[in-house]
């Protein structure tokens, strides 16, 4: 392989995970570490380790020039995003080849056209994929107005250039657009530099289902089967499994095969995930976007298929042609992943902070963590709540519910509040056992588990007034 040595631009668990994929090709790691990660695992376990700036990530991990900077002064060959911060800056892939370093990615073209959702679109509709019934720009709450009303409420505000859940607003009522599209346009301009904003019919009772791909330079392009990330709130995902539950398998095939072809379409190379909507009530499914990058939940397809997807992601940067062919790709039994959050649900999800002072995650041969914590890590204020991702084997859906059940209640952290309790409700939640997911049931559920966490809250309460006489 020509990559020797990888400089990478991330923290947190999926530093680790690359990490992990290098030792197995024998490349060393350079890990670029703000100063509030320099005793993180990750840094313990890179070969060396950099410190590219304070911790706020605007100096750090957003920093384009320090990342530079520190690859081409550790002499590394490449550099692996991760997922998030810069993974798709097509800047910074730009700052790359200007430099002789190899980006392990798509190229700035790839980056360009998929992540603005508007070309997007118009891309997937010239290959022939199905899109949803929307808008091109929006220019003026007039025109904002009539397409809304050919669409029909509710409808959903979208930026061209938003990204993780971020950018959209559902309107159900034309007499809240207007301000709608202002509040969406100030979040656009200030979350991306671009309040270029486009409508699309809202789909109430939908799955998302999202297909991963391999592409390469020599024009071979292979899926990896499809994921479900219905499980979802305000837009970021919760829970994610493949394959994808209560799709028809006379869709499955084509839901697939669309992800292909709109790869092909634009030649793409290297590690990337097509995401749809698939309409319950229609049977029918649209493109949503293209993420250009590596996912958060790519390790619910490595399970369910054998191939290490990070791996894959260097060989084809160095030039190799994809190892596998479409008809070795073999998806066998089910797979859920659950990431597990410093968060409190009770209070609206708020992130917070701590020392985690017992860390005793679920063992197994059917259980995988990919996570950067430990015994005694302090979690810095600084980045995204993620503190682990749960990922569970089981022969078919039914027996990967009931060992993600034991696996999560094995799961003990101390010293900060997370979601686990949360993810026990989801996964003995009567829908979700069987199979009846969509993007509404989080929201529809979390009432239930806030009820019944006030009564745990007002027992323990009682109890403690009953132990001291009160």
């Given at each position: ?354 020392r985690i002072t017992r860390w005793q995650p679920p063992v197994g041969p059917n259980i995988r963590l990919d996570t950067h914590c430990y015994d005694g890590y302090s979690i810095p204020i600084f980045y995204d709540s993620l503190l682990a991702k749960l990922i569970v084997y089981g022969f078919d859906r039914s027996e990967a519910v009931r060992r993600t059940q034991r696996a999560l209640q ?61």
């Amino acid at each position: 392989m020509s990559i020797s040595r990888v400089l990478i631009a991330n923290r947190g668990e999926i530093a680790v995970r690359v990490i992990r994929a290098c030792q197995e090709l024998g490349i060393e790691t350079v890990l670029a570490v703000s100063q509030a990660d320099r005793d993180s695992l990750p840094a313990r376990l890179a070969d060396r380790v950099v410190c590219i700036g304070p911790a706020q990530s605007s100096q750090s991990y957003l920093n384009c020039q320090a990342i530079l900077a520190a690859a081409l002064g550790t002499r590394s060959d490449a550099i692996h995003p991760g997922y998030g911060f810069l993974a798709e800056s097509p800047e910074l892939v730009e700052a790359c080849v200007a430099a002789g370093l190899t980006f392990v990615g798509p190229s700035p073209d790839h980056m360009r056209k998929m992540g603005n959702k508007i070309q997007a679109r118009a891309l997937a509709r010239r290959a022939g994929v199905p899109t949803l019934q929307g808008s091109e720009r929006i220019e003026s709450a007039r025109q904002a107005a009539e397409v809304a009303a050919q669409i029909g409420f509710p409808i959903i505000i979208k930026a061209a250039a938003g990204g993780g859940g971020r950018g959209m607003k559902l309107v159900t009522d034309a007499k809240d657009l207007e301000q709608a599209l202002i509040s969406t346009a100030a979040e656009a301009r200030a979350g991306f530099g671009d309040p270029t904003l486009y409508l699309e019919r809202f789909i109430a009772n939908a799955r998302h289902i999202e297909v991963q791909v391999l592409g390469d330079r020599f024009g071979n392009v292979i899926h990896l089967g499809e994921r479900d990330c219905s499980l979802q709130r305000r837009h970021q995902k919760i829970v994610e499994e493949a394959p994808a539950p209560g799709v028809p398998d006379h869709l499955r095939v084509p839901i697939q095969s669309a992800a292909v072809t709109l790869a092909r379409e634009i030649s793409y190379q290297n590690a990337g995930t097509v995401e749809f909507l698939f309409d319950e009530d229609s049977k029918q499914f649209y493109f949503l976007e293209m993420n250009t990058r590596i996912q958060v939940e790519h390790p619910v397809t490595e399970v369910l298929t054998g191939v290490d997807l990070v791996q894959q992601q260097f060989r084809i940067a160095a030039g190799e042609r994809i190892g596998i062919s479409q008809a070795e790709i073999m998806l066998r039994g089910h797979v859920i992943e659950c990431r597990v959050t410093a968060e409190i649900p009770e209070r609206d999800f708020r992130p917070n902070a701590g020392r985690i002072t017992r860390w005793q995650p679920p063992v197994g041969p059917n259980i995988r963590l990919d996570t950067h914590c430990y015994d005694g890590y302090s979690i810095p204020i600084f980045y995204d709540s993620l503190l682990a991702k749960l990922i569970v084997y089981g022969f078919d859906r039914s027996e990967a519910v009931r060992r993600t059940q034991r696996a999560l209640q094995r799961f003990s952290i101390s010293g900060i509040e997370t979601t686990l309790a949360f993810l026990r409700h989801l996964m003995n939640w009567p829908d979700f056992i069987d199979g009846k997911v969509t993007t509404r049931l989080v929201e529809d559920s979390l009432p239930f588990f806030q009820d019944s966490s006030a009564s745990e809250a007002t027992l323990t309460v009682n109890a403690g007034c009953i132990l001291s006489g009160r």
